[in-house]
Structures are given as C-alpha cells and as structure tokens.
T-cell receptor, first 114, second 111 residues
Framework: ETGVTQTPRHLVMGMTNKKSLKCEQHLGHNAMYWYKQSAKKPLELMFVYNFKEQTENNSVPSRFSPECPNSSHLFLHLHTLQPEDSALYLC?????????????FGPGTRLTVL | QKEVEQNSGPLSVPEGAIASLNCTYSDRGSQSFFWYRQYSGKSPELIMSIYSNGDKEDGRFTAQLNKASQYVSLLIRDSQPSDSATYLCAVHQTGANNLFFGTGTRLTVIP
C-alpha cells in the first residue's frame, strides 16, 4: 500500500452538492495536512492536524469542513462550493507537525465545481 | 512580500547539461528547506532537504543553502528528459506550524 492515498482522484460537483474527500496515510505519522493547489499559485495550506487535533486553520471558508477521526484518516467535507474552488486538493502527512519534518503527499483529488 | 519566491520558468536545458533552480525566502530565521519535484498531473515528491549552510549532494542533485543571502538552490547535473517537471521550493519559517511553498519552476530537458 502506498504511503498516502486519496479518494476520489477526480470529482465534478455542482455548487449545491455535498461531497467528501478522503485521505489515508499508512506511514504511522502523527500530522496530516490539507493543501489546495491552483494554477500559477503556490501550494496553499488549508488545515493541519496533529494527533487528530486541528492545530491550523489557514482562514479557510466554512464551506470546507475538515474531519480527522484518527491519526491515519483525514476528510474534507465540501458543501455549496464556488467555481473558484476548482483545484487540486492534496493531502500530506509527516512524522511530526511544525514544518521541519518531510511531508509526504498523496496523489491528490482534482476537483471541478460547475 | 512573498514568503518564498521562485522564477516560474520555463527553464529549458539540453540533455546532459546542468540545470540550476533558484529560490529566495523572506524569513531570515528559517531553518529547514526542501525541494520537491512535481510531474504534470502528479503530487509533489521530496528530492532534497537541507538545514545547514553549504552544499548537500545526493546523486545528480546538489542543494545549496546560503542563509545570509536567504537563498537556496538546486543543481541537477547530467540532466535527463525524465527530470522535466516542476520543482517546488519549500521553507519552514520560525514559529510557523507549516511549510511555505514557492510557485515552482518548470524545467524542460531537451533530448
């Protein structure tokens, strides 16, 4: 099993839909992250979880709702999104939080909001 | 001021040449620096990490760090077409709970 997996790989949703992105890490790490990657922009950190507790919310709109039931799983619940939310959503994990440890990325979910 | 800046490119080099990728950062107290490679349609993967001034070599890759100039670079020797990708510079700023990424430099190695 690869280190960090994400499902689905592609998602098309309308602005009134509710969907969820799932991330699972098999590395025994304690920290998990959600990033948004848009064209021509740097990777934008959205949320950080350390030992399943949220430690960072980078001013993300409430239409994005994270959930971390345990250290290995991370969800991103989506509702009433906007077309500008279309992007690649990447999950990552690291042994410890704080940015000093290497982060390992999942393959991402390509989201299109119609 | 952007925390991490990279030339977006594209940077084109012939096969076998040295590719030089550059990154500057704004926080003088930053201690950890990473280079990630991202192929089109794929997720970033770690190439090198560097924490001390000077050079760090790993195969064909050399990371160079100059904290006084707030500058970190990645050299790729004997460039191969398979090195064609976007290279992301990431920096851990003092007191921050995460990494700051640059926009990436797109490298094309021409056969």
């Amino acid at each position: 099993e690869t280190g960090v997996t994400q499902t689905p790989r592609h998602l098309v949703m309308g602005m009134t839909n509710k969907k969820s992105l799932k991330c699972e890490q098999h590395l025994g790490h304690n920290a998990m992250y959600w990033y948004k990657q848009s064209a021509k922009k740097p990777l934008e950190l959205m949320f950080v979880y350390n030992f399943k507790e949220q430690t960072e919310n980078n001013s993300v709109p409430s239409r994005f709702s994270p959930e971390c039931p345990n250290s290995s799983h991370l969800f991103l619940h989506l509702h009433t999104l906007q077309p500008e939310d279309s992007a690649l959503y990447l999950c990552a994990s690291s042994q410890n939080p704080g940015g000093t440890d290497t982060q390992y990325f999942g393959p991402g979910t390509r989201l299109t909001v119609l | 001021q952007k925390e991490v800046e990279q030339n977006s490119g594209p940077l084109s080099v012939p096969e076998g040449a040295i590719a030089s990728l550059n990154c500057t950062y704004s926080d003088r107290g930053s201690q950890s620096f990473f280079w990630y490679r991202q192929y089109s349609g794929k997720s970033p993967e770690l190439i090198m990490s560097i924490y001390s001034n000077g050079d760090k070599e790993d195969g064909r890759f050399t990371a160079q760090l100059n904290k006084a100039s707030q500058y970190v670079s990645l050299l790729i020797r004997d460039s191969q077409p398979s090195d064609s990708a976007t290279y992301l510079c990431a920096v851990h700023q003092t007191g921050a709970n995460n990494l700051f990424f640059g926009t990436g430099t797109r490298l094309t190695v021409i056969p």
